[in-house]
């Protein structure tokens, strides 16, 4: 395994971190005062001015839509990507100024690999110009849904209809003023084998029948102008030719989707680990307490050296990730696949932790970036399968290895 970055690779990660430096940081704090006081009330969300600008920066200087995968033209495999999300994950805003935000990112890397012609043109296209936003429904209130074949929620053919049923909740940016669609997965036939039941629908918000009840705070904050929302369907009538790729391949489509996203999302929480430890680093050699500066009172030297190897061991294991999936596909790379989605949220975690407590008091407001940081690794324990599930995962490929029955 050669983890060296490709000149492609390169080339993008000095270029991105140059514009977060220049555009971005220094004017991190204008955007959440312009995104204003924190509301339940999504229709009055607004997205900031500057984010328009900084969009239209980064399509100028080409770092836009780096997430698509190498059969498209100009994608990018998972091994050059990667350092490119890792430098993304510094701040919460980044993905979006890029284009590369979940789970519009999943959604495209849907559409672009299952889609039709006609859903290309009418939803794709749209959303690789940034000019709308999406949605994907598929955890339910009513059941665990860390195992998707509990599933409730329906999307029954009617001749050339399909009508939806259900309700949806953790809808991750269904709030956002410019989220135009969703995609539904639902079942079609409970009767079919266990993964040939479900399938996935393009749904617009605007369809009879798709109602946002609430939107659900997490760690007391609402996450605008993304949020996370409840949304009922009731009776939803939509054409036949909204269904992606067919009955009953709500699952294959699935499979296919969370690979990439995992390897997105954990290399997101490695730049939020890397920019809680420079942080830390900065405010325990600027502090000072009982005459010493923080780095050199308690066991802080060992926090720092324990941050420091923990995100370097947690980057390689996710780079292998990465290289399997760009050599041997998704199958190959399962385990490595949930093991980075264990470890990397939980190293994250621990780091950031560890800068909020260098900071004190200040690491628990939003004078920094921290809590923030830390709500993202935290949920991220949970989001695209909880812990449990992809340990009980890790166990059943190792005895699968080991040969045991």
Known sequence: MDFSLSPTAQSLSHK?????????LPQEALYYQQLGADNPNWREWKVPAIMETWKTKAREAGLWNLFLPPHDSGGLSNCDYAPLAEIMGHTPIAPEIFNCNAPDTGNMEVILKYGSAEQKERWLKPLLEGRIRSVFFMTEPGVASSDATNMQATCRVEGSDIILNGRKWWSSGVGHPACKFGIFMGVTDPNAPRHQRHSMVLVPLD???????????????????YGHGEVSFTNVRLPLGMMIAGPGRGF??????LGPGRIHHCMRAIGAAERALHLLCRRASERVAFGKPLVELGGNRDIIAEARMRIDMARLLT?????????????????????????????????IDQAIQIHGGAGLSDDFPLAALYAYARVLRIADGPDEVHRNLIAKLEWKRQGLA
């Open 207 to 225: 369809a009879p029948g798709v109602k946002i009840e609430r939107m659900l705070p997490v760690f007391h904050s609402y996450d605008a102008p």
């Open 16 to 24: 991105i971190q140059a514009f977060l430096d220049q555009h971005v």
């Open 319 to 351: 780079h292998k990730a990465a290289w399997l999936m760009d050599t041997v596909g998704v199958q190959g790379a399962m385990s490595e696949i949930s093991q980075i989605k264990v470890v990397v949220p939980n190293v994250a975690q621990d780091v």
């Open 252 to 257: 294959e489509i699935a499979q296919g989707r």
